[in-house]
């Protein structure tokens, strides 16, 4: 339910920070890198610059980039999951990341050591919490679309 895992990559597809929310257990750096092959992928055919959306059975993977420092922010979240939600999420990440490591990004060398971004994980979590896709959130969502199924289905009787 909800978002099941968030990556933050640099613009070369390299891992810079990964959280596990629920169900989904995997090597971050290896998904970091599947998400960095599909972007080239999608470039050496003429496809676009970057990959925004992928969407399977069960899970979507949205990402956006910020525009200035070419960072990427994928949520990997159930597949009824809102979009516009998630994009909203994306949006307000970007801004958090930002303002919290604007003055290290700016330095010369901003990525020396990447354990200097796990601290982020407390306003990761502020955020979600605000968001409609925190676990209490997709749990009413879902059982309120349940409950109206339901009632049509009575209804149709």
Same mark, same amino acid.
């Given at each position: 339910?909800?978002? @099941?895992?968030?990556? *933050?990559?640099?613009?070369?597809?390299?891992?810079?920070?990964?959280?596990? /929310?629920?169900?989904?257990?995997?090597? #971050? &750096?290896? *998904?970091?890198?599947?998400?960095? #092959?599909?972007?080239?992928? #999608?470039?050496?055919?003429? #496809?676009? +610059?970057? *990959? @925004?959306?992928?969407?399977?059975?069960?899970?979507?993977? &949205?990402?956006?980039? !910020?525009? +200035?420092?070419?960072?990427? /922010?994928? &949520?990997?979240?159930?597949?009824?999951?809102?979009?516009? @939600?998630?994009?909203?999420?994306?949006?307000?990440?970007?801004?958090?990341?930002?303002?919290?490591?604007?003055?290290?990004?700016?330095?010369?060398?901003?990525? *020396?050591?990447?354990? @200097?971004?796990?601290?982020? !994980? +407390?306003?990761?979590?502020?955020?979600?919490?605000?968001?409609?896709?925190?676990?209490?959130s997709t749990v009413v969502s879902k059982t309120m679309k349940d409950l109206k199924n339901i009632f049509k289905k009575i209804e149709d009787l």
């Open positions: 339910m909800g978002i @099941q895992n968030i990556y *933050v990559l640099r613009s070369d597809g390299t891992l810079i920070f990964s959280k596990d /929310y629920h169900s989904i257990k995997e090597d #971050a &750096v290896v *998904v970091s890198g599947f998400l960095s #092959a599909i972007d080239t992928f #999608a470039k050496s055919i003429g #496809a676009g +610059k970057q *990959v @925004q959306k992928i969407i399977t059975d069960e899970f979507q993977f &949205v990402g956006k980039s !910020s525009k +200035k420092y070419g960072i990427k /922010y994928v &949520v990997i979240c159930d597949k009824d999951d809102s979009t516009e @939600q998630v994009e909203s999420l994306l949006t307000s990440m970007n801004k958090s990341f930002l303002i919290k490591y604007n003055k290290l990004l700016n330095s010369k060398n901003p990525y *020396v050591d990447m354990d @200097q971004f796990k601290d982020w !994980s +407390k306003n990761l979590d502020k955020l979600i919490e605000k968001s409609d896709l925190s676990s209490f």
